[in-house]
């Protein structure tokens, strides 16, 4: 690295008294060490202030009523100091060397304005479950934005910014709900984007995390309504004419399907070929593609049972479907 820029960690916190440690600590052992850490608790009613105040003047503490992630991460912003931003959610944590590949991956490439990375994901208790995702887009994006409404992104905790283009587009509005999805929605519209193909963070999934937006209908659809705002909002802000169609969204349609409980064939047609087109324009995997593919035509198909898939994901579905034949079996037997 030709320098070492400060780097702000901002972390979001809210009841997570029992991780808000190790998220902490995995900040402090990084080999990089130009950074400010600071911690955002929105109003928790658990121990986490206790666990935050314990680390007195190392780290910067910001304690205020529950107001969401957005205004949570708003305040962090306000006093950060650092030329590169890195977010942290409170029950992930960062391997050792993140902040040190960050900064030489932006040292490398001055020109991007957002780097992402993989990530590991893990259980309660820290148990590697999965390596995910394998594959994540870069270079001038807006094009797969506004024609398909996504490309393949990260995480919050995967995501890495230009001090200057958040400024450009924050403060996060009290909608979308996650700072990721506004994020990685309206930054790639100011330059272009890169990544880096290895994981540098732990992702912890967990019963809230799980169950709070994956099995939730309203808000999986509300949050698809909202990243179309968002990108169409990028588009205006910077006078762009093209705006993106929400019909062109395959998991959209297949949510408001499943919300209706009927599908149509031609319906049922539409969703997998925008998702054959949409997958082959962003470059999924195989595996990825097969994921997409499952994921709609349960919804569509079998709205009852993608409940549960929505909550599992392709894997542990699988391994639970046949764990219940397993069951059926034996009592059977007996």
Same mark, same amino acid.
């Given at each position: 690295?030709? /320098?070492?820029?400060?780097?702000?960690?901002?972390? $979001?916190?809210?009841?997570?008294?029992?991780?808000?440690?190790?998220?902490?600590?995995?900040?402090?052992?990084?080999?990089?060490?130009?950074?400010?850490?600071?911690?955002?608790?929105?109003?928790?009613?658990?121990?986490?202030?206790?666990?935050?105040?314990?680390?007195?003047? /190392?780290?910067?503490?910001?304690?205020?009523?529950?107001?969401?992630?957005? @205004?949570?991460?708003?305040?962090?912003? $306000?006093?950060?100091?650092?030329?590169?931003?890195?977010?942290?959610?409170?029950?992930?944590?960062?391997?050792?060397?993140?902040? @040190?590949?960050?900064?030489?991956a932006?040292?490398?490439?001055?020109?991007l304005?957002?780097?992402?990375?993989?990530?590991?994901?893990?259980?309660?208790?820290?148990?590697?479950?999965?390596?995910?995702p394998?594959?994540?887009?870069?270079?001038?994006?807006?094009?797969?934005?506004? /024609?398909?409404?996504?490309?393949?992104? $990260?995480?919050?905790?995967?995501?890495?910014?230009?001090?200057?283009?958040?400024?450009?587009?924050?403060?996060?509005?009290?909608?979308?709900? !996650?700072?990721?999805?506004?994020?990685?929605?309206?930054?790639?519209f100011y !330059?272009?984007?890169?990544?880096?193909?290895?994981?540098?963070?732990?992702?912890?999934?967990?019963?809230?995390?799980?169950?709070?937006?994956?099995?939730?209908?309203?808000?999986?659809?509300?949050?698809?309504?909202?990243?179309?705002?968002?990108?169409?909002?990028?588009?205006?802000?910077l006078?762009?004419?093209?705006?993106?169609?929400?019909?062109?969204?395959?998991?959209?349609?297949?949510?408001?399907?499943?919300?209706q409980?009927?599908?149509?064939?031609?319906?049922?047609?539409?969703?997998?070929?925008?998702?054959?087109?949409?997958?082959?324009?962003?470059?999924?995997?195989?595996?990825?593609?097969?994921e997409?593919?499952?994921?709609?035509?349960?919804?569509?198909?079998?709205?009852?049972?993608?409940?549960?898939?929505?909550?599992?994901?392709?894997?542990?579905?699988?391994?639970? /479907?046949l764990?219940?034949?397993?069951?059926?079996?034996?009592?059977?037997?007996v």
């Amino acid at each position: 690295m030709t /320098k070492k820029p400060l780097v702000s960690v901002i972390i $979001a916190n809210y009841n997570y008294g029992k991780f808000i440690a190790e998220a902490i600590d995995s900040v402090f052992n990084q080999t990089y060490k130009n950074f400010e850490l600071i911690v955002v608790d929105d109003g928790s009613t658990d121990n986490s202030r206790e666990i935050i105040e314990s680390y007195g003047d /190392k780290l910067i503490a910001i304690f205020q009523d529950n107001e969401g992630q957005g @205004a949570a991460l708003n305040s962090g912003f $306000a006093v950060a100091k650092g030329e590169i931003i890195c977010f942290l959610d409170a029950d992930d944590y960062y391997y050792r060397e993140k902040l @040190a590949k960050v900064v030489a991956a932006f040292d490398k490439n001055p020109h991007l304005v957002q780097i992402s990375h993989c990530r590991t994901s893990v259980d309660v208790d820290g148990k590697i479950i999965g390596r995910d995702p394998s594959f994540l887009n870069q270079g001038d994006v807006t094009h797969l934005l506004l /024609k398909w409404g996504r490309y393949a992104w $990260a995480v919050t905790s995967a995501l890495a910014y230009k001090r200057w283009v958040l400024e450009k587009v924050l403060p996060f509005p009290q909608r979308p709900r !996650g700072g990721d999805t506004y994020l990685t929605a309206t930054v790639p519209f100011y !330059g272009n984007i890169g990544y880096i193909k290895e994981p540098l963070m732990f992702y912890r999934r967990h019963g809230n995390n799980m169950n709070a937006g994956t099995n939730n209908l309203q808000h999986l659809i509300e949050q698809r309504e909202d990243t179309a705002k968002c990108i169409n909002e990028a588009a205006r802000k910077l006078g762009l004419k093209e705006r993106f169609d929400i019909k062109r969204d395959a998991d959209y349609r297949s949510f408001k399907v499943m919300q209706q409980q009927s599908v149509s064939l031609q319906e049922a047609i539409k969703i997998f070929w925008i998702t054959c087109l949409e997958s082959m324009a962003i470059g999924h995997s195989k595996k990825d593609t097969i994921e997409r593919f499952v994921r709609r035509g349960m919804c569509s198909l079998f709205p009852n049972e993608a409940k549960i898939y929505l909550q599992l994901n392709l894997r542990r579905y699988l391994r639970f /479907k046949l764990m219940t034949i397993q069951s059926k079996i034996t009592v059977k037997n007996v």
